[in-house]
């Protein structure tokens, strides 16, 4: 009986745990209910008004002082047209970055004189910035090319007929709110035309669309795909435009509870773990801009919201950001993931704070930078926040929590390292999960290896984004495919895009000196490979090596490649020997090994070129420096247990 009793109270509490809260920020307040908490229009002031001088005394002058700066280089800014051309390259070139670099310029610009004119206060940039307001009300696409939709209807143009809302477009209306909340009474003073623009184009452009159609980026794709980072992204700038612009109380509530309804989207299949697929670099405008959504229905409502903070789900998300750190200048960048994301050091030290994660805060903290000369180039209301908590920010305790040991087991992903808080010594990280992952590459079972919090074996990651990055030619990128990940290659066949191509029997294994973790990657491949079983272990034993254990079962065994990546010129020094020639961070070069099987495997290395449009990120993130490790079986058996090991 009492067996039975605490078998049962076992099952009772694993089922809270796996029972996820759904409609967490919507299900709370119906429409009515939201209306009465929400502050109205007339009375809400997120942020001090241009005139009260007094308030802006409180703001970071130094910083402002900095903006201040910056705008003054763009005093006599020309704002540019951005001719069809440019947005045709997307269809007839790919490249997609000559239309973004003067539309996000322009962005910038604009902001930073918002910032200097709040600061300045003596009307000097107010001329500009309404030239800036009316060149991007003249714009026929505030979003960007890459976002059309692929159909000959298009063809790299938008149809203005029909518009849509985009990550861009989206965050273009926060940039006209704020000037118009900042200067409403001194553009009126030139002309009510300017206010009446912003409204009508925002109305068109943004608020129309949202209510009336759905955007894929709302909802589940039709594969079951669950909502990216654009959802979000797109709900916190649809949020401040519509608190800041839309004066009628019945439509200003319907549109903050339609994005509350679309953010519950994304929170509601999101991982128990807090676990961020899309990596930490798109962590900033995943789990970040949830919580920017709050913060700003908080400031919107008198902290009516605060509640979602104290959900263990978004508490773990938060997390995230420092469970997926390697070392001060590297995190985990397992699929489009860059290896050295920036870090929005305020926002997370402020998300920390409203979760009382005392190493989150820290973590802020350390990445705060007092150099700061230039705003963000997105998520334009972080920087007003992070303008009022500067006493308290740079006083903060800084540091590093560097987690000895994470285990998400919802995405699958293991981290271990050889002591907690520090880089020193073996960093070892892995993934299961499957292949139609956000920002997928066909990566399951995919490992990377840091010593010292430098790059050992590495996934390569995202290059360049072209018009072929997320098309249908996608899998035709060389390092978004498996063959150049750490993985082998299984008779000819390589690992298939999909959720039905995923990792099997996954475990951790929590050892303290040996931690770990097993799969079996064999649903990752095609049938054709003919894979009954291919089961990996990880594990790094402490302070010795990085072990990587392969135990499978063929129909057959044609032919089997190992791959693993690096940045280094490995040598074969003599058979079952890799010399790895490893460069500190203190410039001091130390060889690693690379041992296996010199009776099955034979070894050899080859340069990657990287001449292609996508490459030129490869180039930016590692330099012209990857290579590919080749371990080939020399008379492969249908099965077989192969070993290598890093040390």
């Not at 902001?111 to 206060?121: K, L, P, V």
């Not at 180039?377 to 000895?404: S, T, V």
């Not at 840091?450 to 072929?468: C, F, M």
Request: proline share 6%; net charge negative; charged share 25%.
């Amino acid at each position: 009986m009492k067996y039975l009793q605490i078998t049962l109270l076992y099952l009772l509490l694993s089922f809270f745990h796996n029972t996820q809260a759904q409609d967490l920020v919507s299900g709370k307040y119906s429409k009515n209910e939201l209306s009465a908490v929400l502050i109205p229009y007339a009375e809400w002031k997120p942020f001090p008004k241009l005139e009260n001088r007094k308030a802006w005394k409180e703001a970071e002058q130094s910083l402002l002082e900095k903006y201040l700066q910056s705008a003054n280089e763009y005093i006599d800014y020309d704002w540019p047209y951005i001719p069809a051309t440019k947005s045709l390259l997307i269809e007839r070139t790919g490249d997609r970055d000559e239309y973004q670099a003067v539309s996000f310029e322009k962005r910038k610009v604009l902001g930073t004189m918002i910032m200097a004119e709040i600061y300045e206060n003596k009307g000097r940039f107010i001329d500009p910035i309404i030239n800036g307001v009316w060149s991007i009300c003249e714009e026929s696409f505030w979003g960007v090319p890459a976002h059309l939709p692929k159909t000959k209807e298009h063809s790299g143009l938008i149809d203005v007929s029909k518009p849509f809302v985009d990550l861009f477009a989206a965050e273009t209306a926060t940039y006209l709110a704020w000037a118009d909340y900042f200067f409403g009474k001194r553009f009126d003073e030139v002309s009510p035309q300017i206010r009446k623009r912003i409204r009508y184009e925002t109305q068109n452009r943004i608020f129309e669309p949202l209510m009336k159609q759905h955007h894929g980026w709302m909802s589940a794709n039709a594969n079951g795909r669950p909502p990216n980072n654009w959802n979000p992204w797109i709900c916190s700038n649809w949020i401040n435009a519509a608190l800041l612009l839309e004066n009628d109380p019945a439509k200003r509530t319907a549109l903050v509870h339609k994005a509350m309804e679309v953010l519950d989207e994304f929170l509601n299949p999101y991982p128990q773990d807090g676990g961020c697929d899309e990596g930490p670099s798109y962590w900033g405008a995943a789990a970040a801009s949830l919580y920017d959504n709050i913060s700003l229905l908080n400031l919107a409502t008198d902290e009516a919201f605060q509640y979602v903070l104290e959900d263990e789900k978004v508490k773990n998300m938060g997390k995230f950001i420092y469970r997926a750190q390697i070392s001060e200048d590297y995190f985990l960048n397992f699929a489009d993931a860059d290896p050295q994301p920036t870090m929005s050091a305020a926002m997370i030290y402020r998300y920390g704070k409203d979760i009382r994660d005392p190493d989150m805060m820290k973590f802020g903290a350390y990445y705060r930078d007092p150099e700061q000369t230039t705003l963000p180039r997105f998520h334009y209301f972080r920087n007003l926040f992070e303008l009022f908590i500067q006493d308290e920010f740079k006083n903060a305790e800084k540091g590093l929590p560097l987690p000895k040991d994470v285990w998400l087991k919802d995405i699958q992903v293991l981290v271990a390292r050889d002591h907690e808080g520090s880089s020193d010594g073996f960093f070892l990280a892995a993934k299961g999960g499957h292949n139609d992952e956000s920002h997928n590459h066909n990566d399951i079972g995919n490992y990377v290896v840091y010593y010292n919090g430098h790059p050992l074996l590495i996934d390569v990651g995202r290059g360049t984004y072209t018009r072929k990055t997320f098309s249908d030619d996608r899998y035709t990128i060389w390092y978004n495919r498996s063959d150049y990940h750490n993985l082998p290659t299984v008779n000819g066949k390589t690992q298939l895009p999909g959720s039905q191509f995923k990792a099997t029997q996954v475990s951790h294994q929590a050892k303290r000196n040996s931690p770990g973790m097993t799969l079996d990657i064999s649903r990752a491949y095609p049938d054709e490979a003919g894979i009954n079983s291919w089961k990996r272990t990880l594990t790094l034993d402490r302070g010795k090596q990085v072990t990587i254990t392969d135990d499978y079962d063929l129909t057959d065994a044609n032919h089997i490649t190992q791959h693993l990546m690096t940045i280094y010129p490995a040598v074969v020094t003599k058979p079952g020997t890799l010399t790895i020639p490893f460069m500190d961070g203190d410039g001091q070069k130390r060889d690693f090994t690379l041992t296996y099987d010199e009776k099955k495997m034979e070894a050899s290395v080859e340069k990657i070129p990287l001449t292609a449009p996508e490459d030129k990120g490869i180039i930016t993130k590692w330099g012209d420096n990857i290579y590919r490790i080749n371990l080939e079986m020399k008379n492969p058996n249908p099965k077989d247990k192969v070993k290598f090991v890093v040390k």
